[in-house]
Nanobody
Framework: QVQLVESGGGLVQPGGSLRLSCAAS????????MGWDRQAPGKQRELVAI???????TYADSVKGRFTISRDKAKNTVYLQMGSLRPEDAAVYYC????????????WGQGTQVTVSS
């Protein structure tokens, strides 16, 4: 299994920046890719960004050019650098990891709240 712990959420003003971190532990060797989703109140959870083991990244259109996902394999940590934040970016952000031991499973962190408000 894989355990994920997020940190770095908080309150930020519109236009500001914030960096989220997600530390992975457990069966690290089995991780195929990691990413971030978010869910705002009353809305469906949506993909924000993914990074593969090879470093290939994918972003939601709504965050392209503003958010950057990166991974420090030595620290088993994924980061989401968020810039030019907008009120509509406010949500609970969840780290996720796809891992394959016998079959592919998705693991989730507990979530971290991001609030964008003046």
């Amino acid at each position: 299994q894989v355990q994920l712990v997020e940190s770095g959420g908080g309150l930020v003003q519109p236009g500001g920046s914030l960096r989220l971190s997600c530390a992975a532990s457990g069966s690290i060797f089995s991780i195929l890719h990691m990413g971030w989703d978010r869910q705002a109140p009353g809305k469906q959870r949506e993909l924000v960004a993914i990074i593969t083991n090879g470093g290939v990244t994918t972003y939601a259109d709504s965050v392209k050019g503003r958010f950057t996902i990166s991974r420090d394999k030595a620290k088993n940590t994924v980061y989401l650098q968020m810039g030019s934040l907008r009120p509509e970016d406010a949500a609970v952000y969840y780290c996720n990891a796809a891992a394959q031991i016998t079959r592919i499973e998705i693991y989730w962190g507990q979530g971290t709240q991001v609030t964008v408000s003046s």
